[in-house]
């Protein structure tokens, strides 16, 4: 994972980057993760051929 950006790195006309989170480290081992969003349940899915599948 990357660190934040320091304040001083932020230019007050531009959003900070996206965080970037490893797939691996909310899933696991298993093929699929619940996230939780404004009280709605989305099920992150890893495919068999590796592709990644977002529902509600």
């Known amino acids: 994972m990357h660190n934040p950006p320091s304040p001083s790195d932020i230019k007050p006309d531009r959003a ?7 797939v691996a480290s909310l899933i696991g ?21 590796g592709k990644l599948i977002l529902t509600k």
């Open 29 to 49: 081992a298993a093929r699929e993760v619940v996230l939780l969003h404004r009280g709605e349940r989305y099920r992150l899915r890893v495919t068999a051929s």
């Open 16 to 22: 900070p980057p996206a965080k970037e989170i490893d």
